[in-house]
């Protein structure tokens, strides 16, 4: 089994108890909602309570996947999930109830939580038109993310958290 495996089989444990789960966030397909190095936490939720705009996160391929619900669909009389990266040009395959592990309730970057909700004002509209557009575009994103982190731990007002040590990752 290789360490990808472990970290999704433990995570699936760990939710699957009742636990939260507090990963980093790698990948940029969730821009502009979550970036790379954000804390997502996510919570053990029934699958027919998760809704269109929810961040959910599925096991695939042996590592987590957190993508929001676009819609649902009925496929040989079994609900399923369609997800999309905020940032992804493309729909994912559907998530069974099966791959279901739970919902982000919250996002923590730089020590502030923040709702995963979809924000549909005009700036973060933009803002994903060009993610979902422009690769360069992407890279400036988290370029910019990059450097507030730096300069808000350079300034002593943000420490970090051991959750952020933790080790764990999705994407």
Known sequence: MMDSDIRCQLAIELLESGSMLCPLAR??????????????????????????????????????????VVREECRAGRRVLI???????????????????????????????????????????ALRWGVRRSPRFASLLVRWNSLLNRMVQGSGAYQGSAAETSGGSFE
Not at 42 to 68: K, N, P, W, Y
């Open 27 to 68: 990948g940029t397909s969730m821009l502009p909602a979550i970036f790379p190095g954000d804390l997502a936490e996510i919570r053990r939720t029934a699958f027919e309570r998760a809704r269109m705009g929810d961040v959910i996160v599925a096991a695939r391929s042996g590592a987590l996947q957190g993508h929001r």
């Open 83 to 125: 997800t999309r990266g905020d940032g992804a040009a493309f729909e994912d395959y559907p998530v069974s109830e099966e791959e279901y592990l739970g919902r982000v309730e919250c996002i923590i970057r730089r020590g502030r939580r923040l709702h995963a909700r979809l924000r549909t004002d005009l700036f973060n509209s």
